[in-house]
C-alpha cells in the first residue's frame, strides 16, 4: 500500500511537468508569431488562415488519442506524443510559403490535441487514484509553463534569434525533459477484454453536455486573450502598452487562479466551484461591457480570467470519470472545447464588425453566466476505479 501510494504521489509530480513541457511548447510559439509573418511576408489575413490550422488539426486528430493509448499503454502513448508535440514546434520555422506553413501547423495541432487528451487522461486517472482535485493544478502548470517559455521567447525576439535556431534549440530541450517527465507517470492498460475505441468518432452523447460547460469557458478564454487589447484601444481609448498589460493582467490571473483552485473545489466540489466561477467571470463581463475607462476593463478581464481558469479543468476531470473509456470521453470534451476556441475570435470579429466590440462581449457575458445553470453536468459520479491503496494491479 505504501509504495502504490508513492508511485501514485510520484505520477503526479511527473504529469504536473508534463503538462508544463506542453505548456511550453505553446508559449514558444506565440512568441515567434510576428517572426513567422515577417519572414513569408505574410498579410494579416493570409496569417489568420493560417492560425486557423492548427485548431482543425487537433479538433481532427484528437479522436485517435484514445486509440493510441490503448494500443499502446498510457506510458508510452505519452511519451511518444508529447515527444512529437515538442519536436514539431520546428515545422512553422521551416516553412517557405503560406501553403507549406498551413501544412506544418495542421501537423502542429495534430500532435498538440493528441498529446492533449493522453496527458488529460493521465491527469484524470492520477485523480482518482490519490481521492483529491488534482486537475486544476495541472493546468495551471501548463499556463505556468506557457508564461516560463514566452519569456524565453520574448528575450531571442528581443535579441533577433532567428526563429528556425530557436525552435530547433527549444525543441531539443523539451524533447529531453519529456522522455525524462513521462518516465514517472503511470502504465495504465487496458483489460484484456476491453474494445479498442473507434479510430474515429463522434464525441460519446456523456461527454456532450460537459464538452458544453468547456465550450462557454474556453469561448470567453479565446475571445479575451484574443481581443481584449484592441477592446481597451477601441473602446476605452487606452495607450497601447496599457491595452498589452491588459493580456498579462488576464493570463496570471487565469494561471494563478488554477494554480489555487484545487483547494476550491476540494472545498466545494465540482458543481458549486464552476457555478461560483460563472458568476465571477459574468461579473467580470459587465464590468467590461459597462467600461468606460481601461480602469474598469482591466479588472473586469482579470476577473473573466479568474472566473474561467478551473472550469476547463474540471471539464476534463468529469470527462474522464463519464464514460466507460476515459481517452475516448476526454477526447470528445478536447473535441468541442478546441471547436470553441477556433470559433470565438472569429464570432467576436463578427459581431463587432455588425454591431460593436461592446456588443461582441456581451455575447460573451452570457455565454460565462450559462456556466451557472449547467454547472450540474460536472457532478461526480461514482468511480469504479481504485484509489491510491488499490493501485499495484494497474501501476
Same mark, same amino acid.
Given at each position: 500500500?505504501?509504495?502504490?501510494?508513492?508511485?501514485?504521489?510520484?505520477?503526479?509530480?511527473?504529469?504536473?511537468?508534463?503538462?508544463?513541457?506542453?505548456?511550453?511548447?505553446?508559449?514558444?510559439?506565440?512568441?515567434?508569431?510576428?517572426?513567422?509573418?515577417?519572414?513569408?511576408?505574410?498579410?494579416?489575413?493570409?496569417?489568420?488562415?493560417?492560425?486557423?490550422?492548427?485548431?482543425?488539426?487537433?479538433?481532427? %486528430?484528437?479522436?485517435?488519442?484514445?486509440?493510441?493509448?490503448?494500443?499502446?499503454?498510457?506510458?508510452?502513448?505519452?511519451?511518444?506524443?508529447?515527444?512529437?508535440?515538442?519536436? $514539431?514546434?520546428?515545422?512553422?520555422?521551416?516553412?517557405?510559403?503560406?501553403?507549406?506553413?498551413?501544412?506544418?501547423?495542421f501537423l502542429f495541432g495534430?500532435?498538440?490535441?493528441?498529446?492533449?487528451?493522453?496527458?488529460?487522461?493521465?491527469?484524470?486517472?492520477? =485523480?482518482?487514484?490519490?481521492?483529491?482535485?488534482?486537475m486544476s493544478g495541472l493546468?495551471?502548470?501548463?499556463?505556468?509553463?506557457?508564461?516560463?517559455a514566452s519569456a524565453f521567447?520574448?528575450?531571442?525576439?528581443?535579441?533577433?534569434?532567428? $526563429?528556425?535556431?530557436?525552435?530547433?534549440?527549444?525543441?531539443?530541450?523539451?524533447?529531453?525533459?519529456?522522455?525524462?517527465?513521462?518516465?514517472?507517470?503511470?502504465?495504465?492498460?487496458?483489460?484484456?477484454?476491453? =474494445?479498442?475505441?473507434?479510430?474515429?468518432?463522434?464525441?460519446?452523447?456523456?461527454?456532450?453536455?460537459?464538452?458544453?460547460?468547456?465550450?462557454?469557458?474556453?469561448?470567453?478564454?479565446? %475571445?479575451?486573450?484574443?481581443?481584449?487589447?484592441?477592446?481597451?484601444?477601441?473602446?476605452?481609448? +487606452?495607450?497601447?502598452?496599457?491595452?498589452?498589460?491588459?493580456?498579462?493582467?488576464?493570463?496570471?490571473?487565469?494561471?494563478?487562479?488554477?494554480?489555487?483552485?484545487?483547494?476550491?473545489?476540494?472545498?466545494?466540489?465540482?458543481?458549486?466551484?464552476?457555478?461560483?466561477?460563472?458568476?465571477?467571470?459574468?461579473?467580470?463581463?459587465?464590468?467590461?461591457?459597462?467600461?468606460?475607462?481601461?480602469?474598469?476593463?482591466?479588472?473586469?478581464?482579470?476577473?473573466?480570467?479568474?472566473?474561467?481558469?478551473?472550469?476547463?479543468?474540471?471539464?476534463?476531470?468529469?470527462?474522464?470519470?463519464?464514460? +466507460?473509456?476515459?481517452?475516448?470521453?476526454?477526447?470528445?470534451?478536447?473535441?468541442?472545447?478546441?471547436? +470553441?476556441?477556433?470559433?470565438?475570435?472569429?464570432?467576436?470579429?463578427?459581431?463587432?464588425?455588425?454591431?460593436?466590440?461592446?456588443?461582441?462581449?456581451?455575447?460573451?457575458?452570457?455565454?460565462?453566466?450559462?456556466?451557472?445553470?449547467? %454547472?450540474?453536468?460536472?457532478?461526480?459520479?461514482?468511480?469504479?476505479?481504485?484509489?491510491? %491503496?488499490?493501485?499495484?494491479?494497474?501501476?
Amino acid at each position: 500500500m505504501g509504495d502504490a501510494l508513492k508511485d501514485v504521489r510520484r505520477a503526479r509530480v511527473s504529469v504536473a511537468l508534463v503538462f508544463a513541457v506542453h505548456g511550453a511548447v505553446t508559449g514558444t510559439f506565440a512568441t515567434r508569431i510576428p517572426w513567422i509573418q515577417d519572414h513569408l511576408d505574410l498579410s494579416p489575413g493570409q496569417l489568420g488562415l493560417a492560425l486557423v490550422f492548427p485548431a482543425v488539426g487537433a479538433s481532427l %486528430a484528437m479522436p485517435l488519442a484514445s486509440r493510441i493509448v490503448h494500443r499502446f499503454g498510457a506510458r508510452a502513448a505519452l511519451q511518444g506524443l508529447l515527444t512529437l508535440w515538442c519536436l $514539431a514546434i520546428v515545422l512553422p520555422g521551416l516553412a517557405p510559403d503560406l501553403a507549406l506553413l498551413c501544412l506544418g501547423l495542421f501537423l502542429f495541432g495534430a500532435t498538440a490535441g493528441m498529446s492533449d487528451v493522453a496527458m488529460n487522461a493521465q491527469g484524470v486517472e492520477v =485523480e482518482e487514484r490519490l481521492g483529491t482535485s488534482i486537475m486544476s493544478g495541472l493546468h495551471g502548470m501548463w499556463s505556468l509553463g506557457g508564461l516560463v517559455a514566452s519569456a524565453f521567447g520574448v528575450l531571442a525576439a528581443h535579441q533577433h534569434l532567428d $526563429a528556425r535556431v530557436h525552435f530547433a534549440v527549444t525543441a531539443a530541450v523539451l524533447t529531453v525533459l519529456a522522455q525524462i517527465v513521462c518516465r514517472g507517470v503511470l502504465d495504465v492498460r487496458p483489460a484484456a477484454e476491453e =474494445e479498442a475505441p473507434p479510430r474515429f468518432a463522434l464525441p460519446p452523447k456523456e461527454a456532450l453536455l460537459i464538452g458544453l460547460v468547456g465550450f462557454c469557458a474556453v469561448f470567453a478564454e479565446g %475571445a479575451s486573450a484574443d481581443w481584449s487589447g484592441v477592446y481597451l484601444r477601441d473602446v476605452t481609448g +487606452s495607450s497601447a502598452s496599457t491595452a498589452a498589460a491588459c493580456y498579462t493582467a488576464f493570463a496570471a490571473t487565469m494561471t494563478l487562479a488554477r494554480l489555487c483552485g484545487d483547494a476550491a473545489v476540494r472545498r466545494l466540489g465540482p458543481v458549486r466551484a464552476v457555478r461560483i466561477s460563472g458568476a465571477v467571470a459574468t461579473t467580470g463581463g459587465l464590468l467590461v461591457v459597462l467600461a468606460d475607462t481601461p480602469y474598469l476593463a482591466i479588472p473586469g478581464f482579470a476577473l473573466i480570467g479568474i472566473g474561467i481558469a478551473v472550469v476547463v479543468p474540471l471539464a476534463f476531470a468529469a470527462a474522464g470519470r463519464a464514460g +466507460s473509456n476515459p481517452s475516448q470521453s476526454i477526447a470528445g470534451v478536447a473535441t468541442i472545447t478546441y471547436t +470553441s476556441g477556433l470559433v470565438a475570435p472569429a464570432v467576436i470579429g463578427g459581431i463587432a464588425q455588425a454591431t460593436s466590440l461592446t456588443v461582441s462581449f456581451a455575447v460573451v457575458t452570457v455565454l460565462t453566466a450559462a456556466l451557472v445553470p449547467s %454547472a450540474t453536468a460536472l457532478r461526480r459520479r461514482r468511480s469504479e476505479r481504485p484509489v491510491a %491503496a488499490n493501485v499495484p494491479e494497474r501501476v
